[in-house]
């Protein structure tokens, strides 16, 4: 029977057997190749850290944030029945070694449109090697999607300062995406692991006290006191991109000198909609499309730092949850090779 992970308490995790659901019209059965542990959203459920009313807002979940729960949003999977059978595509899902879903929730990953053609391998230097980067790729596309998201909401034109605090996998994507679109980019991270990538893909690491003339200034460390930094660290009439979800914890904010005199304005930054400025040319459609194929694009598998099977779930999270230091992204792969 497919095996997927739960959380059954905080920073508890089990294997449970799950029963398909039959084939209904419409329904594809995916088989999992890889999915992707989100060091955001996923470690506050993992450690409790999210408000257990709170409803579940994918359509592969159900229930609320409350234990025991099962969750998790980027699995990769080959269609082994149903509309699109034999093809690779990308679910909303959680670690999940088998699953039914309505084939409208799975994206195609395919050559040419989000991935790239299969090239030699090139060892890591912090983990095994995998049979294929493809399917690792595409593990990607929901931060990929919400980096793009960031980059509409912030809208940072060439030349101007772009200040990024926090260096995890949406971080590093970021960096990517303003250094393309001509930003000067520097970054605010701690852990030297994400620094040397940081660095390696066009910032400059900078500490959050040298910096006062950035002309935008983008949270997404998952740090509630980096949002109070970021509002210190931009130019007069600067905007602050605040893209962090920090689930129950507390975010103190000085709403003085800095903030009022400077003219700072502070814009929320959320996946699930587009700004209603945009929305006009912009689609979910048209945003989902620029992210798979930017997947051909950027520099994705050095951000992988572990790879697990499933059954080491527990050691994955914990590796996460008390190391953070050497760790960006984390795969469970599933034993298949994508060819």
């Not at 050559?111 to 095994?128: K, N, S």
């Not at 960096?175 to 852990?191: F, I, S």
């Not at 997404?220 to 602050?240: E, H, K, M, Y």
């Amino acid at each position: 029977m497919p095996r997927a992970v739960w959380f059954k308490s905080p920073q508890k995790v089990e294997l449970r057997e799950e029963e398909l659901l039959p084939l209904g019209e419409g329904d594809i059965r995916v088989r999992a190749i890889a999915s992707g542990i989100s060091a955001g959203t996923e470690m506050l459920v993992y450690r409790g850290q999210v408000p257990p009313g709170l409803p579940l807002d994918l359509p592969t979940l159900q229930g609320s944030f409350g234990f025991p729960i099962k969750y998790g949003y980027a699995s990769v999977g080959r269609v082994m029945a149903g509309p699109g059978e034999g093809e690779v595509v990308f679910v909303h899902h959680p670690h999940q070694t088998e699953y039914v879903v309505p084939a409208s929730a799975a994206i195609p990953l395919v050559v040419g449109r989000g991935l790239v053609p299969r090239q030699p391998h090139r060892r890591a230097t912090m983990t095994r090697p995998t049979a294929d980067p493809m399917a690792e790729r595409g593990v990607f596309l929901a931060n990929l999607e919400t980096a793009v998201n960031i980059m509409l909401d912030a809208a940072p034109r060439i030349g101007e300062k772009v200040l990024i605090f926090g260096q995890g996998v949406v971080g590093l994507l970021l960096t990517q995406l303003a250094v393309r679109v001509g930003a000067k980019v520097l970054a605010v991270e701690p852990h030297k692991l994400r620094q040397r990538l940081s660095a390696q893909l066009g910032a400059t690491v900078v500490g959050p006290k040298e910096v006062h003339d950035a002309d935008i200034a983008i949270e997404v460390s998952g740090n509630p006191a980096a949002l109070d930094q970021a509002i210190r660290c931009v130019a007069f009439g600067g905007t602050v991109v605040a893209c962090s979800w920090y689930g129950a914890k507390p975010v103190n904010l000085d709403l003085g000198g800095a903030f009022h005199r400077g003219r700072v304005r502070i814009v929320s930054s959320q996946v699930s909609t587009i700004d209603p400025a945009l929305t006009g040319r912009w689609s979910r459609e048209r945003r989902l499309d620029l992210a798979r194929d930017l997947l051909g694009e950027l520099q994705l598998e050095a951000l992988i730092t572990h790879r697990f099977p499933l059954e080491a779930a527990q050691q994955a999270y914990d590796l996460i949850d008390r190391k953070p230091e050497e760790t960006v992204q984390v795969v469970f792969r599933y034993g298949e090779d994508v060819r």
